[in-house]
Nanobody, 115 residues
């Protein structure tokens, strides 16, 4: 059974930093990444990383967020710096099964950027 467990969300002031972590279990994954969904908005890609390390970022977070992964731990991380109020959203971990390409999701973690 595949499970994705996220941690690291919270409340931070504008300009601050947070690190999100996601540990997956139950299978092996090709791409892993982070999506976010703000109230009234569609879920959008924040950043993704392939098993061999190539990355993709939304334009809105380039230069501020860094995604990384540890294949031995089946974990993916998102270092978020220079946070802005518009980064406020529920952040979801995503992992794509290496054989079936099925997308698995975590339960979501709230990130709130506010003074």
């Amino acid at each position: 059974q595949v499970q994705l467990v996220e941690s690291g969300g919270g409340l931070v002031q504008p300009g601050g930093s947070l690190t999100l972590s996601c540990v997956a279990s139950g299978s092996v994954f090709s791409s892993m990444g982070w999506y976010r969904q703000a109230p009234g908005q569609q879920r959008e890609l924040v950043a993704a990383i392939a098993r061999r390390g190539s990355t993709d970022y939304a334009d809105s977070v380039k230069g501020r967020f860094t995604i990384s992964r540890d294949n031995a731990k089946n974990a993916v991380y998102l270092q978020m710096n220079s946070l802005k109020p518009e980064d406020t959203a529920v952040y979801y971990c995503n992992a794509r099964h290496i054989v079936t390409s099925y997308n698995y999701w975590g339960q979501g973690t709230q990130v709130t950027v506010s003074s």
